[in-house]
């Protein structure tokens, strides 16, 4: 573009960032009587509305920095339903495959020590954002394309006479069970579970992945084995969560829910500047020091990649509406339906002040769990503050994975050659 171009009258869409001779050719008049016919003028103008919508996208979606911080690892991107999706990958393509599934309000890099310690094993490892999450693409609440990409798009609006835990781990409450947000929100567990199964399909793209999650990332896990059981070997929950604001969790909900509601809505609408007041280093560290009892673990580095993800246009939005999250499916309900040979191992910190101990060890009465470990003196980020003893449990509930795979496989090589004997005979 010639250097003479009068900027001073731009229109007001210009972007200043990326393809400006894009933006100027379709919009000022004198550029386009340059003679283009036929084919040719059509050609161009395809290419310059893709550049156009490559623009916005990587305006409204800004790149994740070239290696992480925390794991030294590269970030890489990968398209999802027309959503940007960041992960990374560490440790040999030979290795049975893991993903790793980061839990509330953080991101990939939470698995900083994990990433690592499992690689370092010999394992294929990845961590991805979820939408919404870390370097993920934020799609406005409500919008047609947030509500095009929907994983509760065709699901049942709520289940019925439910058997929840309680939280000494002694009793049952009967409840139904709401499944849909009720505001409407693509960031649901049914959306990240289909980015899970996607995303072990068309990056992974082996079979037998193990899904290993923290929190409330292990419901979008325990959701996508139910939802694809072939995609997938088995589920290592690093603390469940039973979500305590969900509406079967709260008692005389018909009563309180209206009330959290009415909070959860001001917030949503008014809560920017009390978010960016809380959103700085020194807050961060300050909150990580309730769920973390091992507080060494919270460093500057963790810091600075939880919370650099969480000030990009459009993470306050998501963070109020997650906290809006008053359904969807519980950890009993998803373990009572879970699909026969997908083993369960669960592990979590004793001093989580979030979690009930007794209600996590009652769910091994559940068929698909096989083991429950709790350690002292742990809180509820047990990958980050005790790698020690995370990763050796990861790593044993693998390798028991692929022996019980090695079995099987020649279990029917037996069978199949005994069926060729029969046959002959």
Same mark, same amino acid.
């Given at each position: ?42 050609? +161009? ?29 590269? *970030? ?11 992960? %990374? ?9 893991? +993903? ?15 990433? #690592? ?35 509760? *798009? ?70 996508? #084995? ?32 209206? +009330? ?72 009993? %309900? ?37 083991? #429950? ?16 003893? #995370? ?10 994975? %692929? ?23």
């Amino acid at each position: 573009m010639s250097q003479n171009t009068q900027v001073a009258k731009r229109p007001t869409s210009y972007i200043d960032e990326g393809p400006n001779t894009a933006i100027l050719i379709l919009k000022v008049p004198s550029l386009q009587n340059v003679v283009l016919k036929g084919k040719m003028r059509a050609r +161009i103008h395809c290419l310059l509305l893709s550049l156009i919508v490559t623009a916005v996208k990587s305006y409204t979606t800004p790149l994740p920095p070239k290696v992480s911080p925390a794991t030294k690892c590269q *970030n890489q991107l990968y398209n999802w339903r027309n959503q940007q999706i960041r992960y %990374q990958q560490a440790g040999p393509a030979s290795g049975p495959p893991v +993903i790793l599934v980061h839990g509330l309000f953080v991101n990939s890099d939470h698995w900083r020590k994990t990433i #690592v310690g499992l690689a370092d094993a010999g394992c294929n490892v990845y961590a991805l954002d979820l939408l919404g999450y870390g370097y993920s693409s934020k799609p406005k609440i409500g919008s047609a394309e947030a509500r095009r990409i929907s994983g509760e *798009n065709g699901r049942p609006d709520v289940v019925k006479n439910i058997a929840l835990g309680t939280t000494n781990g002694k009793g049952v409450r009967i409840r139904d069970v709401d499944l849909k947000h009720p505001t409407g929100s693509p960031y649901n567990f049914y959306t990240w579970s289909e980015l899970i199964s996607d995303f072990c399909k068309q990056v992974v793209r082996k079979p037998d992945v193990t899904l290993v999650a923290n929190s409330i990332g292990s419901i979008s896990v325990l959701q996508a #084995v139910i939802d694809k059981p072939t995609l997938f070997s088995g589920a290592c929950i690093v603390t469940p969560n039973f979500r305590e604001l969900h509406k079967a969790e709260l008692p005389f909900s018909n009563v309180v829910l209206p +009330i959290i509601r009415k909070v959860q809505k001001t917030l949503r609408e008014k809560g920017q500047g009390l978010f960016e007041k809380l959103a700085t280093p020194n807050t961060v560290k300050q909150i990580l020091k309730e769920p973390y009892k091992i507080q060494e673990a919270i460093d500057d580095t963790l810091v600075q990649v939880l919370l650099d993800p969480l000030l990009l246009e459009g993470g306050s939005d998501v963070v109020f509406d997650t906290l809006s999250y008053s359904a969807g499916p519980l950890p009993e %309900q998803q373990l009572a339906e879970f699909p026969e040979g997908k083993p369960v191992w669960i592990c979590y910190g004793k001093d989580d002040p979030w979690l009930p101990s007794a209600r996590v060890d009652a769910l091994i009465s559940k068929k698909a769990v096989d083991r #429950v470990v709790g350690w002292d003196g742990i809180g509820h980020c047990p990958h980050d503050e005790a790698p020690e003893l #995370v990763n050796p449990f990861i790593l044993e509930f693998i390798e028991k994975l %692929q022996a019980e795979r090695k079995t099987t496989t020649s279990q029917k090589t037996l069978f199949s050659m005994f069926d060729g004997v029969f046959l002959n005979s």
